[in-house]
């Protein structure tokens, strides 16, 4: 129940704006991520599997609210005798970790609309985090949900009348869950198309 709540949440937001907002635009993303801090502990090594999908309502010229789902895959294969939930490994294991947050986003524009845009933004919301450790027949594996924020900053480029290109550098990072608690956090260089529907270029 408390799940729902929580992925209810951009949604509402994003749609009493959009009652307002005359203007809105879709994007997609590709990137690459390196892990920091706990989540470096457990898989290391720069990872090219992270996706991003963005609908976003623009309220005046220079700010925007919006919903943004993204997929960051991270994995290692190592040797190395780790303990995992009290309980002690050895061999080979491949372990992965495949975050996926659902956030509410806010951005600010800087410049001249049609033309380059430098922005900085925040999102906030839940963090799914599924890690897992397979070991010849064994796997360990934990789901958990976290809160989480990711501030961003990044630039936008029109090349066409609703056409534009972006790219930014987001940090996230997930709150302390499950048992032990742990969080995670990272950080991904994306870019990116994104599509305008109804008013003029942004």
Known sequence: ?????????????????????????????????TPVSDTKDFTR??????????????????????????????????????????????????????SLPMLVTVREYFGTPGGARPFIGVGVGPHLVKQRVDVGLWTV???TWHFGVAPEVGVVMPVGPTVSWFADVKY?????????????????????FAWEVGGNSF
């Open 45 to 98: 090594g720069t990872s090219w599997r992270n996706f991003g999908v963005d609908l976003v309502a623009i309220v005046n010229p220079n700010t925007t609210v919006g919903v943004s789902f993204a997929w960051n895959v991270f994995n290692e294969v190592t040797e190395t005798v780790s303990s995992i939930d009290g309980i002690e490994i050895a061999g080979t294991q491949f372990r992965y970790i495949n």
């Open 141 to 143: 594996s934990e789901n």
């Open 1 to 33: 129940m408390k799940t729902r709540a929580l992925l209810a949440i951009p949604l509402a937001l994003l749609l009493s704006s959009g009652a307002q907002a005359q203007q809105w635009y879709g994007a997609i993303s590709y990137g690459m991520s």
């Open 172 to 192: 996230n990072y997930a709150a302390s869950a499950g048992d032990p608690g742990r969080t995670h956090s990272y950080f991904t260089f994306n870019i990116g």
